[in-house]
């Protein structure tokens, strides 16, 4: 019997988003697949050239169609503007799912690509309940205590009813998928174990594909650490600043390449300290862009701010950097640090250690080409152990075809 599969998302191709893989994996078995999603504007908050603002149908190829949403785009991100682009989006996506019900559309599964924020749960789990499908949810923010680590909702009674509408939207889901281990601990008190599968992030096909040669760096040579991803508030991104002020290693270049909304506050906070020329940022690039950066670094930093959900969370870009082998740097608590640590990846803290990470720079001199070899191995060891994508495809071909 065919599947019929409808994907829930906020994103889709060409914004960057790991649904878009497992849209392009489904599609390759005997399948018809639904995407509904929004018009493309995010991270730049302006609609993407090519799209119409009233949404559009697309027939990708046989079997694969994509039904993009109008809605208000994020703009500059103001908090105002955001919530229009959710609420626009929601009325969209209630509609649209009105209009698969009564048009007698029938999908054997639906598939829930959750980010932020969780307002699709309602319309997808409305055609499930009608439809009687089955319902699989892939949980990469975790309502409400997202909310409470960004300091959007500080009142406990507020948390602890979210917490309860989100543990009955739990429930009404067959299957969830969760992106760290840690996140069974909030999963497990809403619904039972045998629901909830880990299910890891995984780096992109192209680094994957890639080879760098280990490149310790030499006496002479300037020590060049990469930073890519999003420059926002939950990154604590100024205590690398200040360690790098404090640091007596002159040989340091560190490259920020991304945007967000903490971009402008850290290009300030560089300025103001005089250090235009051991901290440089960059544009957010694509993956092709980024590889002649990767090849030429020393190492990788990664950091999130002294939170507990951070702790539970592991970035997807902790795969991406595990690819490439390269040794890494990282300033974060929890589950991150506990894996990188064990598995003898680089130099590793708890968030915020500004005294630690200033020892790490002044030491960065001193590491001997073995143990640089090391931490590089080490890193494209545990990639290929735990988190390569044909794991990830396997795991998602038997929750929906089987």
Not at 27 to 43: A, D, L, M
Not at 83 to 97: A, K
Request: glycine content about 4%; overall charge positive; proline content about 4%.
């Amino acid at each position: 019997m065919e599947k019929r599969i409808l994907i829930f998302t906020n994103h889709y191709d060409p914004e960057y988003f790991k649904i878009n893989d497992i849209v392009q994996w489904i599609s390759e078995e005997k399948s018809t697949i639904s995407v509904i999603t929004g018009n493309p504007n995010y991270p730049t908050g302006n609609l993407f050239k090519g799209f119409s603002i009233f949404g559009s149908k697309e027939k990708v190829k046989q079997g694969l169609t994509i039904y993009r949403l109008p809605l208000i785009t994020r703009g500059k991100g103001t908090r105002l503007r955001i919530v229009f682009n959710y609420l626009s989006y929601f009325l969209s996506l209630t509609i649209f799912t009105l209009w698969c019900i009564f048009s007698h559309k029938k999908y054997n599964t639906i598939f829930v690509h959750h980010t932020s924020p969780p307002l699709l749960f309602i319309p997808a789990l409305f055609y499930k309940k009608i439809k009687k499908s089955k319902a699989i949810l892939w949980d990469l923010d975790m309502w409400p205590h997202t909310l409470e680590a960004m300091e959007l909702i500080k009142n406990k009674n507020g948390i602890n009813l979210l917490e309860n509408i989100f543990r009955q939207f739990y429930k009404a889901f067959d299957k969830v998928l969760i992106g760290s281990k840690s996140f069974k601990e909030i999963a497990s008190k809403r619904i039972p174990e045998h629901k909830i599968e880990y299910f890891p992030n995984w780096a992109d096909d192209l680094f994957e594909r890639l080879n760098l040669k280990i490149n310790p760096p030499k006496p002479e040579d300037k020590i060049i650490i990469t930073y890519a991803g999003n420059i926002g508030e939950a990154q604590g991104l100024e205590v690398l600043v200040k360690a790098i002020k404090e640091s007596i290693n002159d040989k340091i270049v560190f490259n920020f390449i991304g945007s967000g909304r903490f971009k402008l506050k850290l290009k300030k906070l560089v300025s103001e300290n005089n250090l235009q020329s051991s901290i440089i940022f960059f544009d957010k690039l694509n993956t092709e862009e980024l590889i002649p950066f990767f090849k030429n670094t020393h190492y990788l930093y990664l950091s999130l701010k002294n939170n507990n959900i951070f702790s539970k969370t592991v970035p997807a870009k902790v795969q991406t950097y595990l690819t490439l082998g390269k040794p890494i740097i990282s300033s974060i608590s929890g589950e991150t640090k506990d894996l990188l640590t064990q598995n003898n990846c680089g130099f590793h803290l708890d968030s915020g250690d500004e005294l630690g990470l200033i020892k790490i720079f002044n030491h960065l001199g001193n590491i001997t080409n073995s143990q640089y070899v090391e931490f590089s191995k080490n890193s494209k060891k545990l990639y290929k152990l735990n988190f390569l994508s044909e794991k990830r495809k396997k795991q998602i071909f038997k929750n929906i075809f089987n």
